[in-house]
């Protein structure tokens, strides 16, 4: 599961990137700072099993606090762009090439308006943010327009040869990891079956932002929130976009984390609070730090947002579940008796065939059937799992 993180240069991506991941990535209040992408692990949170059966969690991968389940997502922060990225400029398309993999994106945007759309620092409220998370939208949108047009011969050729122009675009667009159906459905609701060849240039942008708006989503991650004028301008976009817009501090989170690790504070990614270990091992300065950030930012927006973010882009927008498969259903474990080892995220129509394919091709080519842990009930390969499901696989031998 891949996560893309994109937005105009300058407004922190990279320092939510860092906060998520606590990857150290170059940091610096200029444009395009970063040049190549930078990939981490992030992690979504899911409650637990293990309290449910009195068992103690052995995550392979991510950790387990006994109650909370962080279970790893790969997240992709790349350069930054400008208006007119699609033709070339600034950094031109890289970024968006880098983002062909990713199912979701969260566009970061300076939430208080102080930089400007090169990303210039600039007075706070100086700049309308909703501008960036349009430009965004649109650099994407006239990316796949030009993918397109480059491609109308081809097209063509296909669809003379006898192939429906669902079929035709996808092969254009298979890079972007967007279904044939999708495709087709998109054309269809747009009542765009004809070829592309007689489109408008209208038409073509339309099928192109519905394509991404539906195959590649946004959530916006309104950063800056520990500057003052950022509020009114978050209330604005949250009624403007259809997309979820997170309040975040990626800075503060980016604090948290890094205190955290070096033992000054106990805190958790998406905890509402955190606890100082001990008081005397932190200067004065520190101790402003830590107590404006629970004050203008925990007690007023209840997280940093920066695990919210990815939650939302993860659980809400995605619709992924995540599931527990085991070998032995008695006690919860692999073959090697590690208990739960395993928390897999799966989209939302997946079924017991799904995960073993998942878990390994081979499992899933001898696959019988599943079993339902919590109430010891066969379950067919074609069953839809549910969040949190714990899963037994029977394969033949």
């Known amino acids: 599961m891949l996560v893309g993180l994109v937005g105009k240069t300058n407004v922190g991506k990279t320092t ?8 150290e990535a ?15 692990i992030g992690y979504v949170r899911v409650r637990s099993v293990c309290r449910e059966f009195e068992v103690k969690c052995q995550p392979k991968y991510g950790w387990c606090n006994g109650h909370t389940r962080y279970v790893p997502i790969k997240l992709l922060d790349v350069a930054g762009l400008v208006k007119g990225a699609h ?17 979701v994106n969260i566009i970061v945007i300076d939430a208080a308006g102080s930089t400007d759309e090169e990303g210039n620092p600039v007075p706070p409220s100086s700049h309308d943010p909703l501008e960036d998370v ?24 296909k669809i003379i040869s006898g192939s429906p122009v669902d079929a035709a675009l996808y092969e254009i667009l298979s890079g972007l990891d967007i279904s044939r159906g999708l495709i087709k459905e998109v ?16 038409e073509l942008v339309v099928f192109s932002r519905e394509l991404l708006k539906r195959g590649k989503p946004f959530v916006v991650a309104a950063n800056k929130i520990d500057i003052p004028e950022a509020e009114d301008n978050i209330k604005r976009l949250g009624m403007s976009l259809e997309e979820p817009v997170i309040p975040v ?39 402003r730090v830590l107590d404006s950030i629970r004050e203008r930012i925990l007690k007023r927006y209840g997280t940093t947002g920066v695990q919210k973010t ?22 919860l474990s692999d073959k090697d008796g590690n208990v739960l ?8 129509s997946a079924t017991v065939r799904d995960l073993a394919e998942k878990i390994h091709t081979e499992i899933a080519k001898k696959a019988l059937y599943g079993i339902d842990v919590r109430n010891k009930r066969r379950i067919s390969l074609d069953h839809v799992l549910k969040q949190r499901d714990i899963v037994k696989i029977v394969v033949a031998r």
């Open 134 to 157: 349009r430009m965004v939208e649109e650099e994407f949108a006239l990316w796949v327009v030009s993918i397109v047009k480059r491609s109308m011969s081809k097209i063509r050729g």
């Open 187 to 202: 054309l269809t609701d747009l009542s765009l079956e004809k070829s592309p060849e007689g489109w408008s240039e209208e």
């Open 249 to 287: 501090s990626a800075e503060a989170e980016l604090i948290l984390r890094k205190a955290a690790r070096s033992g000054l504070i106990r805190y958790e990614p998406g905890d509402s609070d955190f606890e100082i270990v001990d008081e005397s091992s932190l200067t004065r300065a520190q101790l």
């Open 16 to 23: 939510f990137f860092s906060a998520a991941t606590l990857v």
């Open 341 to 348: 080892p395993d928390a897999i995220l799966l989209p939302p």
């Open 87 to 103: 033709k070339g400029r600034g950094l031109g398309n890289k970024f968006l090439d880098d983002l062909r993999r990713a199912s």
């Open 310 to 331: 990815i939650e939302t882009a993860i659980f809400d927008v995605l619709g992924m579940k995540v599931v527990f498969p085991v070998e032995n259903e008695s006690k």
């Open 26 to 40: 170059e940091r610096e209040n200029r444009p395009f700072v970063t040049i190549n992408p930078n990939e981490g």
